[in-house]
């Protein structure tokens, strides 16, 4: 499975921001996929995940109500809509995948939430 993210960037806070997740190769594998982050000098956390098929989601308390994941089926494609963005969402954020029992990741995009 490869994973592609985009839709980082520069954002004043308050704004919005749209990731994308593309996946690629034996996607009829996967289980689930989920959005993870790091901040400088911080460890790699949970942002959310999205199950397959039934499409059960949970979400890290700091983002419920602010950020939706969802997935396009069709494009085997993730998403993460990051509403009233503040600057301590400022972070890499990656795409997770898991596909017959193992994790897998994609580069990161940043991004970044300016006061």
């Known amino acids: 499975v490869q994973l592609v993210e985009s839709g980082g960037g520069l954002v004043q806070a308050g704004g919005s921001l749209r990731l994308s997740c593309a996946a690629s190769?034996?996607?009829?594998?996967?289980?689930?996929m989920g959005w993870y982050r790091q901040a400088p000098g911080k460890q790699r956390e949970l942002v959310a995940t999205?199950?397959?098929?039934?499409?059960?989601?949970n979400y890290a308390d700091s983002v419920k109500g602010r950020f939706t994941i969802s997935t396009e089926s069709a494009k085997n494609t993730m998403y993460l809509q990051m509403n009233s963005l503040k600057p301590e969402d400022t972070a890499v954020y990656y795409c997770?995948?898991?596909?017959?029992?193992?994790?897998?990741w994609g580069q990161g995009t940043q991004v970044t939430v300016s006061s």
């Open positions: 997770n995948a898991w596909s017959a029992g193992a994790p897998y």
């Open positions: 190769g034996s996607t009829f594998s996967i289980k689930a």
């Open positions: 999205i199950l397959s098929g039934g499409g059960r989601t």
